[in-house]
């Protein structure tokens, strides 16, 4: 029966590679650009590259355990099969959902900063501010009200970015332009490059969408390699490409002046006017259909959680046939991220989060090798690899007296996740309602 419904129904390779480069080739990419520019210099396409190769290694543990534990659990499944339901676990999963709320903030501030371009120059703080709450509590009520709406919508947001973004490849690439700031003289320290790499890592967190929409592919043996391996290599090349162009157009100076729209900015330098306008509209077009999608998950994420014990079961309750509770949440606390803390904090948070999320999912599909069928060394590497980025990540904040208080605002997101969980398990033993 199940053979007979993934052959003739279901999603096929482009759909499911769709989600995946959709997730990652979405609002990172122009939120912070500029951000690992200023970070890692001429060597930022190095820094993305190592991004990805971490991506690639965890992408491996995320196929294996899909493959074995399809349907849309996602991450929370993995962990739950890794390490069973409990406070540990629990606290984890809440850690993703706040990982999530960053990543809204990240696409936000990015809308903000695009959208408040258009207005002059006197009066873009004010709209920076305006447009990054606006579109939070737009897409809140588009989600509640209309969200089937806009995610059949999704296809034609992503193939109208990825075309500009090509666009913006081909026209810089052809150029005049100075490649001269991507030569050597212009790295930064070994350090530098992977610190500046793992600022940027949630670019690359996107392809965990296709766990998520792993029970409705079909053929996924096939499938699922070329979506998960296939998409982050090509995010990979992607992002390469973009940043590469961005340096070869913009000085240093120009990119640290214009952090936040880098991209529209060398757009316009190299077409004018035409050319800032496209990449700005698919700037707000990729933010705005990528938190739509992030409220999306979260409201199925909050959902999946809720029914393996780990949050209140109240977080299931359903408005007009969706799951809100945690797209609420969600909204509320990323407006409040967006607004009050900087772009590069909110980034660490985000890729922190991600980072100690993926070594444990790595580590749990060691643990689960013999039913996964996966090779325990690789995803032994991957885990040892996310770690040994998170942890000059954080080396590397704390070394710079401007960022330093950053980690602060990481261990208090970490803390408060398996704060609340603890709280809510030792309530429920109380009340004896589980």
């Known amino acids: 029966m199940a053979k007979t419904s993934e052959s003739k129904k279901g999603l096929g390779t482009f759909s499911t590679l769709s989600i995946g480069i959709g997730g990652m080739v979405g609002g990172g990419i122009f939120a912070v650009t500029g951000l690992s520019i200023e970070i890692a210099r001429g060597s930022a396409p190095i820094a993305f590259g190592i991004a990805g190769i971490v991506a690639l290694l965890t992408g491996y543990s995320y196929l294996k355990l899909?493959?074995?534990?399809?349907?849309?659990?996602?991450?929370?499944?993995?962990l739950n099969k890794g390490f069973g339901t409990g406070t540990f676990t629990g606290g984890l999963n809440i850690l993703l959902l706040f990982s999530y709320v960053v990543l809204v903030s990240v696409y936000a501030y990015a809308f903000g900063g695009y959208g408040s371009s258009f207005f002059p120059e006197a009066d873009q703080e004010f709209w920076r501010y305006t447009l990054t709450t606006g579109i939070i509590v737009l897409l809140l009520f588009v989600n509640a009200f209309?969200?089937?709406?806009?995610?059949?919508?999704?296809?034609?947001?992503?193939?109208?970015?990825?075309?500009?973004?090509?666009?913006?490849?081909?026209?810089?690439?052809?150029?005049?332009?100075?490649?001269?700031?991507?030569?050597?003289?212009?790295?930064?320290?070994?350090?530098?490059?992977i610190s500046g790499a793992m600022l940027i890592f949630l670019n690359y967190e996107g392809f965990e969408l296709i766990a998520n929409a792993s029970g409705e592919v079909a053929n996924r043996k096939k499938t699922l390699p070329i979506a998960y391996i296939g998409g982050i290599l090509i995010a990979m090349i992607f992002y390469l490409l973009i940043v590469s162009v961005v340096i070869g157009h913009l000085n240093f100076n120009e990119i640290a002046l214009n952090s936040v729209n880098s991209l529209s900015v060398a757009a316009e330098k190299m077409l004018g006017k035409k050319g800032f306008i496209a990449i700005a509209i698919a700037a707000l077009l990729a933010t705005s259909s990528a938190i739509n999608a992030t409220f999306y998950s979260t409201g199925s994420l909050t959902n999946t959680i809720a029914q393996s014990g780990e949050l209140p079961s109240k977080m299931e309750a359903t408005f007009r046939g969706q799951h809100l509770v945690g797209t609420i949440f969600t909204a509320g606390l990323a407006i409040i991220v967006a607004n009050f803390i900087p772009l590069e904090a909110i980034a660490t948070m985000g890729s922190a989060g991600f980072l100690l999320i993926f070594m444990m999912v790595n580590i749990a599909?060691?643990?689960?090798?013999?039913?996964?069928?996966?090779?325990?060394?690789?995803?032994?590497?991957?885990?040892?690899?996310?770690?040994?980025?998170?942890?000059?990540?954080?080396?590397?904040?704390?070394?710079?007296?401007?960022?330093?208080?950053?980690?602060?605002?990481l261990a208090g997101m970490i803390v408060l996740s398996f704060v609340i969980e603890k709280v809510y398990r030792t309530k429920v033993k109380k009340v004896g309602s589980r």
């Open 365 to 409: 599909n060691v643990r689960l090798a013999k039913e996964t069928g996966s090779l325990k060394w690789l995803s032994g590497l991957a885990a040892i690899m996310t770690a040994f980025a998170l942890i000059i990540l954080c080396i590397k904040v704390d070394e710079n007296p401007a960022t330093k208080d950053h980690l602060w605002i």
């Open 66 to 78: 899909t493959l074995k534990y399809p349907g849309e659990g996602g991450t929370v499944s993995f």
């Open 146 to 193: 209309g969200g089937k709406l806009v995610i059949r919508s999704e296809n034609l947001f992503n193939a109208l970015k990825m075309i500009i973004l090509l666009g913006f490849i081909i026209f810089g690439l052809t150029m005049d332009a100075d490649w001269t700031r991507i030569e050597p003289e212009n790295y930064v320290s070994p350090l530098g490059m």
